[in-house]
C-alpha cells in the first residue's frame, strides 16, 4: 500500500504551469543556449559577451560598477573575469586614487573579439525580437527590469 503524498500531484502541475520563476529560468536558459551557439565560432559564451561589452567604456570601470550592472556578486565575477584575462582579452589593474580597488578595461584583443561578436549577437537578437512580435521586446524588458 504506497502512502498518500504531503503535497497532491495536481499541486505539481499548477506549479509547473504558473510558476513565474520557472518560465523565466527555463527562457533564460533557451535564450542562452541559442546566443552561446551562435558565439561558438569565437569561443566566448553569451555570458562572457556581456561581461565584455559591459567594459566597453571611455573610462574602465571598477568591480562594484560592473558586478552591479551584470547582477553578481563580485566573487563570481572575479572567477568569469579569469579565463578572459588568460586570453588576454581583460585586464585588471589598481586603481590610482584607491590601490584597493581593481579596475577593468578590453586589451586591443578583447576590443577586437568584441567587434567581431556584436554582428553575431545583432542578428541573433533580431531573430529572438522577430519571435516576440510587435512591441514584445521593448515590454518583456520593460516587465523584466520591475524585478531588478
Known amino acids: 500500500m504506497s502512502k498518500s ?14 510558476c513565474l ?8 536558459r533557451a535564450l542562452a543556449r541559442q546566443f552561446d551557439e551562435a558565439l561558438r565560432p569565437l569561443d566566448i559564451t553569451n555570458g562572457q559577451f556581456s561581461l ?9 570601470p571598477n568591480m562594484r ?7 553578481m556578486d563580485r566573487t563570481t565575477l572575479t572567477a568569469a573575469l579569469k579565463p578572459l584575462e588568460r586570453r588576454g582579452l581583460v585586464e585588471i589593474f589598481a586603481d590610482e586614487d584607491d590601490r584597493r ?10 576590443e577586437q573579439l568584441l567587434a567581431r561578436a556584436v554582428p553575431i549577437w545583432k542578428a541573433t537578437h533580431s531573430v ?13 524588458r520593460a516587465d523584466l527590469l520591475q524585478f531588478v
Open 21 to 28: 520563476c520557472l518560465h523565466v529560468q527555463r527562457a533564460a
Open 52 to 60: 565584455l561589452m559591459s567594459l566597453n567604456r571611455p573610462v574602465p
Open 101 to 110: 580597488s581593481r579596475r577593468l578595461r578590453l586589451t586591443p584583443e578583447g
Open 65 to 71: 560598477a560592473v558586478a552591479s550592472l551584470l547582477a
Open 5 to 18: 503524498p504531503v503535497i497532491p500531484f495536481e499541486t505539481t502541475g499548477f506549479v509547473k504551469d504558473t
Open 128 to 140: 529572438v525580437d522577430e519571435k516576440l512580435g510587435e512591441g514584445g521586446p521593448a515590454r518583456l
